[in-house]
């Protein structure tokens, strides 16, 4: 994953520490890219693009609005 990375001991995502967001935010928590949710569906649908289909994805197995919200656009 290109946006989940460790520079030294540290886990980042994208540009974000992930310790300070522990610190800030009570635990357990989910983190999620954007970027790397992007980058994967769009790495998904170039693998096909000869066959130009219609991706769906299924509401059910991911109830998070704002990851719905992200691969609606």
Do not use: D, H, W
């Amino acid at each position: 994953m290109q946006n989940l990375r460790y520079v030294g001991k540290n886990l980042f995502i994208e540009k974000l520490s992930i310790n300070n967001i522990v610190k800030k935010n009570k635990t357990p928590l989910y983190l999620y890219s954007e970027n790397q949710i992007v980058n994967n569906y769009l790495k998904f649908t170039k693998s096909f693009k000869k066959t130009n289909p219609l991706v769906c994805f299924a509401a059910k197995s991911n109830s998070n609005v704002a990851i719905l919200k992200i691969l609606g656009k």
